[in-house]
């Protein structure tokens, strides 16, 4: 597949080993102290690493999409335009207006907001409570005592947790300071674990559930067009995520990303595209060598040579439709 040309994606992924500088993206709290610990993960083989958690980051990237999506004018939900992380499911805590109904169709959502087409949303079944004993409930006639039948999509994006290598990561306490509580009493003194290290991450991207129902592999957004700028906002957001490493503590503590390597699969017909983890010091050779005829193999060995190669797949990638369509 040359990459001058439109190709499908019908599945990626990104396999990253990325070194982060003074960083603290992801803690695990402060244990009742004043001390913030970094989150850890033990190995197989037992060994400690230093990590940050898939779900920070894809909280970042629900943030960030969201901006994309509303630069291309595509249509957002209201809890997903104002970054409430429930997506659609949201509208079951607001008051409705009068006449108003709320329609919870697959097709509905996915028409209705993009951000939920791209990350997901989950509505539960809810059933009516039996309010007086003696009601005979008829248990084969369930839909009748049912007022909320369930819906929902997994997100479109994956994303591992983050490993330090074992022998490439360390850890520095630094003092600082926390503004004081309403009554005026001073500042709180605080001490981050401040980490640095060579992690490796994968996400994946199932690009062709853009506007449609995975599970069922049915397409609702059938506009070509619409359906690719929810894929260009995917695929930009991607990139930023991994340029600009995300999580918390980044108003102080933004990391240095100084090395940047890895590999990008593409599938372009139906199958899933394979991780392969940084923490194989071999993952980019062993790649190299994984041959099909559905699938791609893209190399990156810096920030730049990874920015220009998402660039060029923004640029000339569209996302397949789910088999059978
Ligand atoms: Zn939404």
Redesign the pocket.
């Known amino acids: 597949m040359n990459l001058n040309g439109p190709f499908p994606i019908y599945d990626m992924s990104i396999n990253i080993l990325a070194t982060w500088e003074a960083h603290s993206l992801s803690n695990i709290g402060n244990n009742g102290s004043t001390i913030t610990y970094g989150r850890k993960q033990v190995l197989h083989n037992g060994i400690v690493v230093d990590s940050c958690s898939g779900n920070i980051i894809k909280h970042f990237f629900f943030a960030s999409v969201v901006n994309y999506l509303a630069a291309y004018g595509q249509p ?2 209201k ?2 335009a104002s970054g409430d992380s429930q ?2 499911a949201g509208y079951l805590h607001y008051p409705l207006l009068q006449n108003e109904e709320l329609d919870l169709s697959m097709n509905n959502i996915l028409q209705k ?1 993009a ?2 087409d791209l990350c997901g ?1 989950l509505i539960t079944t809810k059933k009516k409570e039996r309010r007086k004993k003696e009601v005979i409930i008829d248990e084969e006639n369930i839909d009748e005592f049912t007022f909320r039948q369930g819906v929902s999509k997994d997100s479109l994006i994956r994303i591992s947790n983050v490993l330090a290598l074992p022998n490439k990561q360390f850890e520095t306490p630094q003092f600082l300071t926390r503004r004081g509580d309403e009554t005026g009493n001073g500042q709180i003194p605080m001490t981050v674990n401040v980490r640095s290290g060579m992690y490796a991450y994968m996400i994946r991207y199932l690009a062709y559930g853009v506007g449609a129902d995975i599970k069922f592999r049915k397409l609702y957004i059938k506009d070509e067009e619409e359906r690719l700028k929810r894929h260009v906002a995917a695929l930009n957001t991607l990139r930023d995520i991994i340029i600009t490493p995300v999580g918390a503590m980044t108003a102080r503590m933004s990391p240095h990303l100084t090395a940047l390597k890895g590999v990008i699969f593409i599938v372009p017909k139906v199958g899933s595209a394979p991780t392969m983890s940084g923490l194989d010091e071999n993952f980019i050779e062993r790649s190299q060598r994984m041959t099909s005829d559905n699938l791609f193999v893209y190399t990156f060995d810096s920030v730049d040579s990874f920015y220009s190669l998402m660039n060029e797949i923004i640029k000339y990638s569209y996302p397949a439709k789910p088999a059978g369509e």
């Open positions: 957002l939900c809890p997903c997506h659609f907001c951000s939920c949303f």
